[in-house]
Nanobody, 132 residues
Framework: QEQLVESGGGSAQAGGSLRLSCAAPTRIFTINAMGWYRQAPGKQRELVATITVGDVTNYADSVKGRFTISRDNAKNTVYLQMNMLKPEDTAIYYC??????????????????????????WGQGTQVTVSS
């Protein structure tokens, strides 16, 4: 597994649920925090949920209390359970390495304490569409 592969997106009505999955390369998954990002048309990519190697989770305010991130270390897979979906959750969702907290991502990179890590390689993403 050398690519980021997201799956599980689809269409849902407001208030509904979806569960996303992402298979990640071992070289990323085992040494980095992982995060779910999303990008809506015309908007910058934003980081909405993160999980560290030690399973500490953090969320953007926009999804806190509704989304849950988890990881399966045996499968190099990270999940995003999305409940109480809103139309504003409509976006393409991606996973990738991440800082420990969503607010530490500046749209293209994050500082890991030593260097800025620019995220240039992404998977194809998975589309989530929420209707009102």
């Amino acid at each position: 597994q050398e690519q980021l592969v997201e799956s599980g997106g689809g269409s849902a009505q407001a208030g509904g649920s979806l569960r996303l999955s992402c298979a990640a390369p071992t070289r990323i998954f085992t040494i980095n925090a992982m995060g779910w990002y999303r990008q809506a048309p015309g908007k910058q990519r934003e980081l909405v949920a993160t999980i560290t190697v030690g399973d500490v989770t953090n969320y953007a305010d926009s999804v806190k209390g509704r989304f849950t991130i988890s990881r399966d270390n045996a499968k190099n897979t990270v999940y995003l359970q999305m409940n109480m979906l809103k139309p504003e959750d409509t976006a393409i969702y991606y996973c990738n390495e991440s800082p420990a907290k969503p607010e530490d991502f500046n749209g293209s990179s994050y500082y890991d304490g030593r260097i800025y890590r620019y995220l240039e390689v992404w998977g194809q993403g998975t589309q989530v569409t929420v209707s009102s």
